[in-house]
């Protein structure tokens, strides 16, 4: 089979995964306009791997993985949910940045000194979503064969690498595109748009915690 088809089908079940709007889509555009766009990107590199991560599982049939995971989902869920209400939090109380060009320059300097952490945090979001290992088994399904249908290791491996470099194409895209207004809005507008964010991202995680409460008040 044809590898350039196989890692375009990739592609496009990353960018599938990246562009609606959820919680690292809104945890990098904060970002961005906070720190910069190598910070914002570095972060959506962070939810890429972890789609790569569900990618893998599902291409290469990790079922004792998947169950895992399954097994698991509750205190998975769990831990995303409190994830993003305590980034949410700490989004929305954050402070006016400096409007003094070398200050701004030093807080992004230390930003981007975390970009390791930047990385990790949605690395952590995005693989704590169970939600998310159920998005690529329909996906690998729905492309058939083209999508590792045939479970060879190597066709299955540019898969996967397809999905991590269409996810992080368009979190390039985003933080490029966004950082073009960065160094032009005041800090007033840079503090709206913080919180604003994280608000968003802290009610996404009340909405998981909610939602893991019913359905465990169901089952008693």
């Keep these: 089979m044809d590898y350039f088809w196989l890692i375009l089908s990739g592609v496009g079940m990353g960018l599938i995964a990246a562009v609606p709007i959820g919680p690292v889509n809104l945890i990098c555009i904060r970002r961005t306009f906070a720190f910069g766009p190598l910070n914002g990107f570095v972060s959506g590199v962070g939810g890429a791997l972890g789609d790569g991560v569900f990618a893998a599982i599902t291409g290469f049939g990790l079922s004792w993985v998947a169950h895992l995971i399954q097994g698991y989902a509750v205190a998975i869920e769990l ?7 305590v980034m949410g939090w700490h989004a929305v109380k954050a402070g006016v940045p400096p409007d003094d060009p070398g200050e701004c320059a030093a807080k992004e ?3 981007n000194a975390g970009l390791v952490k930047a990385v990790a945090s949605t ?18 399904a729905g492309f058939g064969s083209l999508a590792g249908g045939t479970g060879d290791f190597t066709d299955t491996s540019f898969i996967v690498l397809g999905v991590v470099a269409g996810s992080a194409g368009w979190w390039l895209a985003l933080t490029t595109i966004i950082g073009l207004f960065h160094a032009r809005i005041d800090g007033n507008r840079v503090l709206a748009i ?8 802290a009610i996404f995680g009340l909405a998981v915690l909610a939602n893991l409460a019913w359905n465990l008040l169901r089952q008693v």
């Design 123 to 140: 690395f952590a979001l995005t693989i704590t979503n169970p939600a998310t290992l159920l998005f690529f088994t329909g996906m690998f």
């Design 109 to 111: 300097d230390r930003a």
């Design 194 to 201: 913080n919180r604003a964010c994280g608000f968003l991202v």
């Design 79 to 85: 831990i995303g949910g409190v994830m993003m209400v």
